[in-house]
């Protein structure tokens, strides 16, 4: 297992401990140079949201991952956090529906984290 798809799973589980709603993994690496993954998810309401990406930040400190950059924690409509190859995306409900980016990126593969 390379390190992208060590942080892809360590954030996914942060997720899911957390109670996200309609976790999704796409892996981006043939249609993209952003990143390896794109990691998407949903929270119900913006406490859930940052305490959602407050985990993921926790988990994947603690096996050695700073995130290069974090956006839209303070609204929590949609929080973006760069860690490099792993992109992790929370959104509210509302905002995951108007933005759409499975759509958006749906050249990317679907992947089933067991």
Do not use: C
């Amino acid at each position: 297992m390379n390190q992208s798809e060590t942080m892809m799973r360590l954030a996914y589980k942060a997720l899911e401990d957390k109670k996200a709603e309609d976790i999704r993994v796409l892996d981006i690496q043939e249609v993209s140079v952003l990143a390896d993954y794109f990691v998407i998810a949903s929270g119900s309401n913006k406490n859930q949201i940052q305490a959602l990406i407050d985990n993921v930040e926790e988990v994947l400190g603690k096996a050695g991952y700073t995130p290069r950059q974090v956006e839209g924690y303070d609204t929590a409509g949609w929080i973006l956090m760069d860690y490099g190859d792993l992109i992790v995306h929370v959104f509210s409900r509302e905002d995951r529906l108007f933005y759409d980016l499975e759509r958006i990126w749906r050249d990317g593969r679907v992947i089933e984290v067991k």
